[in-house]
């Protein structure tokens, strides 16, 4: 078949998220676009695509998927949204809809999602709602999708400014991780995703938390044989942990969010300033130190959990901002009807757990020491 990538197509690592009958394969490698083309194709004749893609990835992903499946014989559209995260919401989820119907998607064709988690979770939602649900599948083109949205089936559009509150538990049929996509990310993408890769280290793994310490140079300049790896260590770990808790019911999902209490917070609080891997860089910075003070992170190995983030230039600035206000976004993290916060804290490098016992004073110590 042609190629109209400049990188040959090669799939360098394989998984199998088990869902027993929701299962599907993440590949992982270079050009994949030929190879999704190609599988699309497969399909036969008068299938039928929408590809849904942002004004950035479009023209960049999109488009040229669409002009391959089209020399193919599938009958493909391509539905552009604005970029950024007010795109997440029920305007354009409704449109999408319409023009899936205008398209003449049916039950068994397919909804194709090619840009970030913004692209990733109104499609996906979208494709999970239309005629009660057709097949999707994620490329997704930025780091923090790769290693974190893509994978584990939840797709959301926001509710007014309130996060992800109107969505589905929908798992792709397929995902393709191109690590050729990422060299156009702009540099705080990067980071954005950088944030979560380390998050896998700090909470689950200290294997791979060696692996990025030995490997940072090329890791942050994107290294076609090294990113393969860590981003296919990164899904293993978000898989197993889904196919755990898929709902999120066993408490089990809910360590994915190590760091993210804190982020939540500033990313609230600095008006979106800082990006969410960013923020969470720094809400893992701030529940280190939190489980050192707590007693059940040796001074070692915060020094370990600190230098990683150090290493990839992660949470590496003085913040100045309101003491009083952060912790009333923190408040907001509250579990309704309850008095306490639940901190995921870490007792060493690779292992978390749930507290329920932190004193506030020593939470208000923190964010002073993060933010005052
Ligand atoms: N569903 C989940 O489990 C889950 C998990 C984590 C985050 N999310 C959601 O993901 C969203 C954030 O996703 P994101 O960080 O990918 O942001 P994003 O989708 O907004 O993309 C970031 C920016 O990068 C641009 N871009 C994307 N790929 C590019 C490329 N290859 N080259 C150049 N530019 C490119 C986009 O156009 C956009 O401007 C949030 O809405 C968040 O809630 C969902
Ligand atoms: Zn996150």
Redesign the pocket.
């Known amino acids: 078949m042609p190629s109209t990538n400049d990188e040959k197509s090669a799939v360098m690592e394989q998984l199998r998220v088990d869902l027993g009958g929701r299962s599907y394969d993440i590949l992982i490698g270079r050009g994949l676009r030929d190879q999704l083309a190609a599988d699309l194709a497969a399909r036969g004749e008068g299938s039928v695509c929408a590809v849904v893609a942002?004004?950035?990835?479009a023209p960049?992903?999109g488009e040229p998927l669409v002009e391959e499946l089209r020399r193919f014989g599938v009958r493909a559209g391509m539905y552009v949204i604005e970029?950024?995260?007010e795109s997440?919401c029920l305007a354009t989820f409704e449109w999408l809809l319409h023009e899936f119907k205008a398209l003449g998607l049916k039950r068994h064709d397919l909804v194709v999602s090619v840009?970030?988690?913004?692209?990733?979770?109104v499609s996906g939602f979208a494709a999970g709602c239309y005629m009660r649900g057709v097949d999707y599948i994620q490329f997704?083109?930025?780091l923090?999708?790769q290693v974190?949205?893509s994978v584990?089936g939840?797709?959301?559009v926001n509710l007014g400014s309130t996060?992800?509150y109107c969505g589905l538990f929908n798992q792709p049929r397929q995902v393709y991780l191109d690590v050729s996509?990422?060299k156009?990310?702009?540099e705080r993408?990067v980071k954005?995703?950088l944030g979560e890769v380390c998050k896998y280290a700090l909470m689950a793994d200290a294997e791979l938390y060696g692996f990025l310490m030995e490997n940072a140079d090329a890791i942050l300049a994107l290294d076609d044989e090294i990113m393969p790896k860590v981003i296919a260590w990164c899904c293993h770990i978000k898989s197993e942990v889904v196919a755990e808790d898929e709902r999120e019911t066993t408490g089990i999902r809910a360590l994915l969010n190590y760091g993210h209490t804190f982020g939540h917070a500033l990313e609230e609080i600095t008006d979106f300033a800082l990006?969410?891997?960013e923020a969470v860089a720094y809400g893992m910075k701030a529940a280190g130190l939190l489980s050192n003070k707590m007693g059940i992170l040796s001074d070692e190995e915060y020094e370990m959990h600190h230098a990683l983030l150090s290493r990839f230039g992660l949470a590496d600035k003085r913040l100045h901002l309101d003491v009083d206000r952060f912790m009333e976004a923190m408040n907001a993290d509250k579990k309704a009807g309850t008095d306490t916060l639940r901190y995921i804290l870490a007792s060493h490098i690779g292992v978390v757990e749930v507290r329920e016992d932190v004193p506030l004073e020593l939470v208000q110590e923190v964010v002073e020491w993060l933010v005052g």
């Open positions: 942002d004004k950035n990835t960049l992903f970029p950024g995260e997440k840009g970030g988690g913004v692209v990733g979770d997704p083109t930025t923090l999708s974190d949205s584990g939840k797709v959301a996060k992800n996509v990422l156009s990310l702009p993408e954005s995703g990006s969410h891997g």
